[in-house]
């Protein structure tokens, strides 16, 4: 079953808006990190919070972690055409060494 | 660093047939994971490598699928025989631990067809 569920499944903004993207986790962590897949390649890594950390920010990225609410959010700033992709939230469970389970991503859209 | 690299990219078989997809990680990674992507699962992982030794297969879906890791820049999955139902995009991922967080690095993936 999946680690994260992500929400929402599918996000469709104007450029230069903002675009907010939920996930929410089961199990207690160690650290979550947002991966970003552009159609038909691999995902790539965009940022990774600890869970003793509740923001972290990345150039146009910010990311929130509530280990009592089991969730986080990517907010992305100022949207671009380019940011158009899948976003997937990944954690790796206490004692579970470094495997990262995926959540179902989100579906961004965004329109010039 | 040229990244993960998977071969094939593509690859379209007929069912019953044997099928090895192959990865070469990236150089100092100590751990490489195999992923499947379908629409109705996502993202699965299916076994992972630290030091080259199996750690977990327990997502390896049945006994027609096998992985191995001869040394620390190859591995590969292989499906024998192949059916319809593992038609996906087969993910290879190589990660390292830097300040006490694991970063994947995903190769392109192959996408299989087995019609």
């Known amino acids: 079953s999946q680690q994260g569920e992500e929400d929402p499944q599918a996000l469709s903004i104007q450029e230069g808006e903002n675009a907010t993207m939920n996930c929410s986790y089961k199990?207690?962590?160690?650290?979550l990190q947002w991966y970003r897949q552009n159609s038909g390649r691999g995902l790539v890594h965009l940022i990774l919070?600890?869970?003793?950390?509740r923001e972290k920010h990345s150039g146009r990225l910010r990311v929130t972690l509530d280990t009592s609410k089991k969730s986080s959010s990517l907010l992305i700033t100022a949207s671009r055409a380019a940011d158009t992709a899948s976003y997937f939230c990944?954690?790796?469970?206490?004692?579970?060494?470094?495997?990262?389970?995926f959540g179902t991503g989100t579906q961004l859209k965004v329109e010039l | 660093d040229a990244g993960v690299i998977q071969s094939p990219r593509h690859e379209v078989t007929e069912m019953g047939q044997e099928v090895t997809l192959r990865c070469k990680p990236i150089?100092?990674?100590?751990?490489l994971f195999w992923y499947r992507q379908t629409m109705m699962r996502g993202l699965e992982l299916l076994i992972y490598?630290?030091?080259?030794?199996?750690?977990?297969d327990s997502g390896m879906p049945e006994d027609r699928f096998s992985a191995k890791m001869p040394n620390a820049s190859f591995s590969t999955l292989k499906i024998q025989p192949s059916e319809p139902r593992d038609s996906a995009v087969y993910f290879c991922?190589?990660?390292?631990?830097?300040?006490?967080?694991?970063?994947?690095?995903f190769g392109s993936g192959t996408r299989l067809t087995v019609v």
């Open positions: 990944a954690t790796d469970s206490e004692g579970g060494g470094n495997k990262l389970t």
């Open positions: 919070i600890r869970s003793n950390e």
């Open positions: 199990t207690s962590i160690n650290n």
């Open positions: 490598f630290n030091n080259n030794v199996p750690i977990d």
């Open positions: 150089s100092g990674h100590n751990s």
């Open positions: 991922a190589s990660s390292f631990e830097r300040d006490r967080g694991y970063r994947y690095t």
